[in-house]
């Protein structure tokens, strides 16, 4: 079955730092893979979006890489802020309607 | 900057009701969703609808539920006789185009069935 798995164990780094989210995924061939971030309470907010052919993707403080061989992707936050804690979610496609089929998420937790 | 909206935000109700959530797509987008996610658990997808029919349903989407847009801007999503187990906090989502694979999520309707 297609599984996608996120750190499971909560990350907690220093204001300033670089935190490096990881995704791994089995039984998928995706085109794209996407991350979006969810703050408690609050419905999932879009990131990147990286292609299978585009092994990394930047937006400001933000960086994607994606590699298939590996099946694996990793999300970089560099400059880390308390503002950047939020639990962070993996999301690739599932079936012809493009629903989302997201990991569990991996929470950051950014002290000053 | 457009957004999705979502209503009520908390709904609280008896087993065996009916109820319906209401969302607001973005204007312009053709593609929608309803997701659900229990509490500590992860997003998952319920049912997707274009162009005024499901597209694609998921194994948790039964004949207990059902979608539709009734007036061209709202799009609901019913469930006829709620379970314990529907509590949840369910996301409306958006799409562009047929280009455009990121999704724009509503804040959400907490159901909480008692």
């Known amino acids: 079955s297609q599984k996608i798995e996120q750190n499971s164990e909560a990350l907690n780094i220093q204001e300033g730092k670089t935190a490096t989210l990881t995704c791994n995924y089995t039984?998928?061939?995706?085109?794209?893979l996407q991350w979006y971030r969810q703050d408690p309470g609050r419905g999932p907010v879009f990131l990147l979006l990286i292609r299978e052919n585009e092994k990394e993707k930047r937006k400001e403080r933000l960086k994607v890489t994606f590699d298939t061989t590996l099946k694996q992707s990793l999300f970089h936050i560099t400059a880390s802020q308390p503002a950047d804690s939020a639990t962070y979610l993996c999301a690739l496609v599932d079936g012809s309607g493009y629903a989302l089929n997201f990991g569990k998420g991996t929470s950051l937790l950014v002290t000053p | 900057e457009p957004e999705v909206t979502q209503t009520p935000s908390h709904q609280v109700t008896q087993m065996g009701q009916e109820v319906i959530l209401r969302c607001v797509p973005i204007?312009?987008?053709?593609?929608f969703y309803w997701y659900r996610q229990i509490l500590g658990q992860k997003v998952e997808f319920l049912v997707s609808?274009?162009?005024?029919?499901?597209?694609?349903k998921s194994e948790i989407f039964d004949d207990q539920f059902s979608v539709e847009r009734p007036d061209g801007s709202n799009f609901t999503l019913k469930i006829r006789s709620t379970k314990l187990e529907d509590s949840a906090m369910y996301f409306c989502a958006t799409r562009g185009s047929g280009l455009s694979y990121e999704q724009y999520f509503g804040p959400g309707t907490r159901l909480t069935v008692t």
């Open positions: 039984n998928y061939s995706p085109a794209y």
């Open positions: 609808f274009y162009n005024n029919e499901i597209s694609e």
């Open positions: 204007s312009n987008h053709l593609y």
